[in-house]
Structure formats: structure tokens, C-alpha cells
């Protein structure tokens, strides 16, 4: 462990709704405070920009990869708080009519876009046990590409929610050298409470990788109810920071040679066989 391998790295926990320009504004402050903590890279939820009454409602807000105010807001968020961005996800334009993707999209310190994944996994379940239908795909496009890249943090990989339950796709990134995995959710109070930590858990301890998750939290508009419990896992399991409700930032100083150890002396990856 020396000092330029530590890296103060932050979930940022929210509760979004329909007004848009109060979800930039919230998301802001969060940043800024994270900023103040020092820390370099910060992951903002899912859906961290609107959350509607109705699926489609998110159409509208729907912008085209790499432009647009919504885009260009948070570039200059992470210029001006000097922090790497990971946008849990925002819509962005699909070339199927009625329906948009699910970006995850990354800026630099210096505002610049570096990645964007489209989520690959979408939420089609339902739970009779609470009432409770789910259809993404009604109004969502599907991703198909993994995406990973290089930021102060180490190699991070972009995952999105529902993609939590397919180990194959952290084990695909893992082969890839990540040994950061962003999980931007917004998972339901009934799933969250059942599943939530122990899959975050299991996707660090597996692949001997940090997890940092951002979550939703609370009721919104269209009367759902999110888990919150926003937290940082060291590649041993360990749950580091929790922030089990409300709005707010949950911090960690990570070492980021950590994993890159324990993968040598621990070898686990290596002795796949299938």
C-alpha cells in the first residue's frame, strides 16, 4: 500500500422523481460534497436524472449519445467539482421507435465523455407476492456490448441493476483486468431487501474486485418504492461504507493495488475451468 495508490471513491444515493432541473440540482450538491471529501471518482444511481409517473414519460428526455444539455450539465459537473463522473444511467435515443437505452455514461475530471454502456440486462419480472409488474423493455432498447476502461480508480467495469443477477458478465469484465465495478441501481424494496447486499457481496468476493453502488431510495412518481442502501465492497467482501436511506454520499479510500494482490496471492481467476 503506498499513498498514490489510495483513492477516495463515493456512491451517491438519491431519490429522483419528474422534475428534472431538480434532479440535476440535487445531483450537483451531492457532488459537491463528495468534492469536499476529496474524492476522485463518483457514481450517481440509476435513473439519476428522471424518474416519471409513467415509463415512456423518460422518452422525452431522451438525447443522442455525447450531446445535449442534460449531457453537457454533467460534463460540467465533473469539471467543475475536478472528479471523474459515472452517470448510473440517463436515456439516450435508440434507433427503435417508442424506446430508448439506458446509458451509463463516464466524464473525466476535465468533462470530457470517456465511456458509455448501454445496459444489457432489462428488469422484465414479476412479483405477485407485492402486486407488482415490471416491463423495460416495453420502453427500453437492449444493450449488448460489455464496456470497461481506465480511470484513477483502476480498470472499471459499467454495469447497470438488473445486470447484478449475471455473474457471467462481472466474470467477462473481470477477464477484461477490471478490478472496479460500477452498480448504479434502482432496485425495488422487496428485491433490495431480499438480494441487494448479498449479490454486491458475491460479485466482489468472486471476482476479487471492489464494488461501489449507487442506489435509489424512497417512493416516486409512479408510486414504486427503491431500497436505497448505497455502499462501497472491498474485493474480500467487505462492506466498507452504507448509507441505508436517504439522500446523501457514502465514501471510501480504496486502495487500488488491492485487488491486483489478491488476484496473485489468491489466484482464484486462474483456476477456472469451465
Not at 213 to 229: D, F, I, K, L, S
Request: hydrophobic share 45%.
Amino acid at each position: 500500500m503506498t499513498a498514490e495508490s489510495m483513492i477516495r471513491v463515493a456512491a451517491v444515493q438519491m431519490n429522483c422523481g419528474a422534475d428534472l432541473a431538480r434532479n440535476l440540482g440535487r445531483a450537483d450538491e451531492l457532488l459537491a460534497e463528495a468534492a469536499a471529501r476529496n474524492v476522485r471518482l463518483a457514481l450517481l444511481p440509476e435513473n439519476s436524472v428522471f424518474i416519471g409517473a409513467r415509463d415512456e414519460d423518460k422518452l422525452a428526455y431522451a438525447e443522442e449519445s455525447g450531446c445535449g444539455p442534460i449531457q453537457e450539465f454533467l460534463a460540467d459537473a465533473a469539471k467543475r467539482h475536478r472528479l471523474w463522473l459515472v452517470v448510473g444511467s440517463l436515456p439516450l435515443k435508440s434507433p427503435l421507435p417508442g424506446k430508448c437505452f439506458g446509458g451509463c455514461v463516464v466524464f473525466d475530471d476535465q468533462g470530457r465523455q470517456r465511456a458509455t454502456y448501454r445496459k444489457i440486462h432489462l428488469f422484465d419480472v414479476d412479483l405477485p407476492a407485492c402486486d407488482q409488474r415490471y416491463r423495460e423493455s416495453a420502453t427500453m432498447d437492449q444493450g449488448h456490448e460489455p464496456v470497461s476502461l481506465e480511470t484513477p480508480a483502476g480498470r472499471l467495469g459499467l454495469t447497470i441493476c438488473y445486470d447484478l443477477r449475471f455473474p457471467e458478465l462481472y466474470r467477462r469484465l473481470a477477464a477484461e483486468g477490471v478490478t472496479v465495478f460500477a452498480v448504479p441501481a434502482a432496485f425495488t424494496e422487496v428485491t433490495g431487501k431480499a438480494h441487494w447486499r448479498t449479490l454486491l457481496r458475491a460479485r466482489a468476493i468472486e471476482n476479487l474486485a471492489f464494488v461501489v453502488a449507487a442506489a435509489q431510495h424512497g417512493v416516486h412518481p409512479n408510486g414504486r418504492q427503491t431500497h436505497g442502501h448505497s455502499m462501497i465492497i472491498d474485493p474480500w467482501g467487505q462492506v466498507l461504507a452504507v448509507q441505508a436511506d436517504g439522500d446523501g454520499v457514502v465514501d471510501a479510500l480504496i486502495d487500488i493495488q488491492q485487488p491486483v494482490r489478491l488476484r496473485r496471492e489468491f489466484p482464484v481467476l486462474s483456476h477456472r475451468q469451465m
